[in-house]
Each structure stands twice: as structure tokens, then as C-alpha cells.
């Protein structure tokens, strides 16, 4: 069964006009039930804080005195009491009102204890009673309160209770009109008020209907600073957040795609891998099993064409040596096995060194080499750098062409330096760019062979550097190419 809808605003409007109309519900019982009691006791208190007031009077010799007749006369008037102060003589001494004779006898009935109805006695002190006694002539209850002050005059007072049932009764009417008024009034204003409120929570009941749906565009309208606003001001925070969130999960998703490819990519890299080591290792293999057959077999007996079969099979074995040597150590790269020792070295010390190994190379392929020597410090791992460097020094050497010129130089940056290497010669085709740090990828193959390259130099390169952190990459240029790579030369 479907669940009824209910509407927030006549919750509350159904809320606050039940509690009014309970409120004023309270107020007529309340003043039905202890208006008679609370209205007693009040006029007890009146009646005993005049008595003080009197007999601090007497005390202080000022009861008969013109300056007290101000304060009696207040007091009288104040309490609506009824006062006689008489001396033990039963001479009047003070007096509130002109029928002396009628209270003078109510005082003697009350001393000699002939009273007429019997009364109730309220409290007793030291030196006072008060009570509550019934004028049957006039329907009405009073309290009177006798007793003797500390001078030794006698006191009499005296205050009505006026009708308590029907001072009750008017006001339980006056209550009831002023409870309707006051209830068909705060419907109305209830209706309005609850509408102003639930209206902004309406809206973001929508907005948040939307959101579940994946719809983002709609937001609050903020308008303030209240609670409701606030709320207003987090929905559309949490809007923005959730569409970032799916977008990054989308983003996510799509980058997952792409490592799904990366991963297909790679066993297909592998397959090829594998196809290039077999091929490169072929050929190698196949001229040492040649020229080993053909020494086996006496093909040329003489000396000089034994030393030149033992001369290819130990330069094919040595080409095939050190490109495992190289396989060996780009996959420990790779896989993180090898570990960087960061420290501070001097670079063009380093370099130097490189350059003056390869001095008689570049002299037999008459190539000049233009390094300006000036100290540089970086920090790095120093036998890795001279990896790096000595591969791009090899490149420039092997494929120096034209004016067959070589240039090494640097170029200060905010946190690091870049180093060049720039050699005259053909320009890399921009679509091979890209891939000159693959493995076995090798722009023009018959040089390469020519030189006995191997495809795997460029690619240690690239994995050495990302041990770094840090950039490498090449540049066509009009006359020639340049490869370059980046060392943190911080001091700290």
C-alpha cells in the first residue's frame, strides 16, 4: 500500500496551532483551579507586611505622628485593608475608617471570643492571628488579622475577599474570546509563515530529486544567512562535488580503458620483444656457427683467414654480450632493482672524462667536439649520469654527418640544469621521434647494424631518468639533432 504524502507545511501548521490552542487551554484551567488560592495568598502577604510596617512604626514612637499619616494612608489604600490601632485603655489611636463604633465592636467580639460565625484561623505568630471569618449580612468572606503590637496597642485589620468565583468566571470568558481571536489569528499567520519556510526546503527537495537522477545544472538560490540558506549554500557544494566526483570516476573508468589497452599493448610488446631479441641474437649466432664450421671444417687453411674467422665470431660474440649486458640492465631498471644513489658531483668533471675516452673515436671520424668546461654541481646518481651521457655521446658520434660537428652544453633552469648534446646530421623523421626510446626501435636499421647498435641505448636512457624523476627528450633542429636530459642542481 502506498504510503500518503504528507506536507511539512501542514505539519506545522497543524504543530503551532495545537499548541496555542493547548496554551490557552492551560491558562483557563490554571485560572480556574488556584486564580481563588493565589488570590488568597496575596492578600495575606498585603495584610502582614502592613502589620510590619505598623508595628515598625510604633517602635520607632512615629505611629501617631503627622509624617506617618502619608505611609498609613498608602498602606490603607495600597491593600484596600481596613485598619484600627487602640490603646490598652481601648482608646482609637489610629483609624482607616469613619464607622469606628461597628470595627471597635467586631474587635471586642474577636478579644473576647463571642464571635458571631466561627472563623478560620489562617496563621498564628508571636503577637498576631489572622484569619478568615464569613459577614453573612454581606455575603462575603474577609481576613482579619488582630493582635498586639510591641508598644503594647492592640490592632485590628481587616480586607475583603471579593468574589473569586465570579472574577474567575469573567476572566475564563475574557480568556475564551481572546483564545479564539488569537487562534483564527495564528492560522493565518501560521499558513503564511510555514509557506515562507517550507518553500526553500520544497525547492531543495527538488534539487536533491534531481541529484539522484545525475542532474547537476540545477542550484539554490541563496538568499541569506539562516539555517535553510546554509543547507541551500552545502546542497549546491555537494552538487559541485558530486558531478567532480563522477567526473573523476568517469575520467577513472576511462584512464582503467586505457591501462586495459596499455596491458594489451604490452603483451603485444612482449610477443615483439621476444621476436626482436630471436632476430637480433640470429644473426650474430648464425655467423659464429658459420665461420665456427667453417674453421671446424679447414674451409681456408691458411692463417690469415683463421684469424679473420676468429675475429667475427669474437666481435659477434661481443656485440651479442653487451646487448644482453644492456637487456640485463634496462630490465633492472625497469622493475626498480637497481638502486639510486643520490649525491653531489661535479657534472663537467664527468662529462670531461667521457669526452677524453672517446677522443680517439672522434679523431678517426673527424668530428669536433665543442664543450665549454665550466664546474657544475647537481645531485644525482653519478654512474647512471655517465650511462646517460656516454650513450648520447655514442649516438652523436655514429650519426654525425655533414660538417660533423658535436656541441655539449648547459642550460640553467629554476631547480635543475638541462644538459644538450647536439650533432650535425640528418633529422629525425617527426613520426619516429616519439619512439626512439622504445626498446629495439631503430630509425635506420642499415646504420645502425653498421655500427653494431643494438635499439636498447635510448631506452635505458629514458628508464634512468624516470629513476630520477626527472625530463629527457630530443629536438630536430635545421642542421642537425639534439638530445638532452634534466639533473636537480639544488644545493639542499
Known sequence: MKKRKQSIRRQMSAIITGLLAGTVLLCWLLNTTIAGW???????????DAFYAINEAGNEGTLTSADFDVEFERICANG???????????????????????????????????QKNEAEIIRQGNNYTLERCEDTRMNSDYLVLWGTLDDGNLILMRVALESIQESVSISNQLLAVIGVFA???????????????????????????KMSELDFDVKY???????????????????????????E??????EL????????????????????????????????????????????????????????I???????????????????????????VMERFDLTELIGGVVNSSSILLEQSGIALEFEEKPLSVWADEFKVEEVFTNYLSNAIHHCDFEKRIKVWYTAKDD??????????????????????????KVDKARTREYGGSGIGLSIVKAIMDSFHRQCGVENHRDGVEFWFELDAKNN
Not at 483564527?184 to 530529486?209: C, D, G, N, Y
Not at 549554500?233 to 559541485?240: A, D, E, V
Request: hydrophobic share 40%.
Open 38 to 48: 493565589y488570590y488568597t495568598q496575596n492578600k495575606q502577604r498585603t495584610l502582614l
Open 80 to 114: 484596600n485593608i481596613t485598619i484600627m490601632v487602640i490603646s490598652s485603655g481601648w482608646e482609637v489611636i489610629r483609624s482607616s475608617t469613619g464607622d469606628i463604633e461597628k470595627l471597635n465592636r467586631q474587635f471586642l467580639e474577636i478579644v473576647l471570643g463571642i
Open 183 to 209: 487562534l483564527i489569528l495564528s492560522v493565518i499567520i501560521v499558513h503564511f509563515v510555514a509557506r515562507k519556510i517550507t518553500e526553500p526546503i520544497v525547492q531543495l527537495t527538488e534539487i536533491s530529486r
Open 221 to 247: 538560490n541563496v538568499t541569506g544567512s539562516n539555517e535553510i540558506e546554509q543547507l541551500g549554500t552545502h546542497m549546491n557544494r555537494l552538487s559541485g562535488t558530486l558531478e567532480q566526483t563522477i567526473s
Open 249 to 254: 570516476l568517469k575520467s577513472a573508468n576511462n
Open 257 to 312: 580503458q586505457i591501462d586495459i589497452e596499455k596491458k594489451e599493448q604490452i603483451d603485444e610488446m612482449r610477443k615483439e620483444f621476444l621476436s626482436n631479441v630471436s632476430h637480433e641474437l640470429k644473426t650474430p649466432l648464425a655467423l659464429i656457427q658459420g665461420y665456427s664450421e667453417g674453421l671446424k671444417e679447414c674451409v681456408q687453411d691458411d692463417a690469415d683467414s683463421r684469424d679473420f674467422y676468429c675475429e667475427v
Open 314 to 340: 669474437m666481435d659477434e660474440a661481443d656485440k651479442m654480450n653487451r646487448m644482453v649486458k644492456k637487456l640485463l640492465t634496462l630490465n633492472q631498471l625497469e622493475f626498480g632493482n637497481d638502486a639510486v
Open 416 to 441: 635543475c640544469v638541462r644538459v644538450h648534446v647536439f650533432n650535425t646530421g640528418k633529422q629525425i623523421p617527426e613520426e619516429d621521434i616519439e619512439n626512439v626510446w622504445i626498446k629495439f626501435y
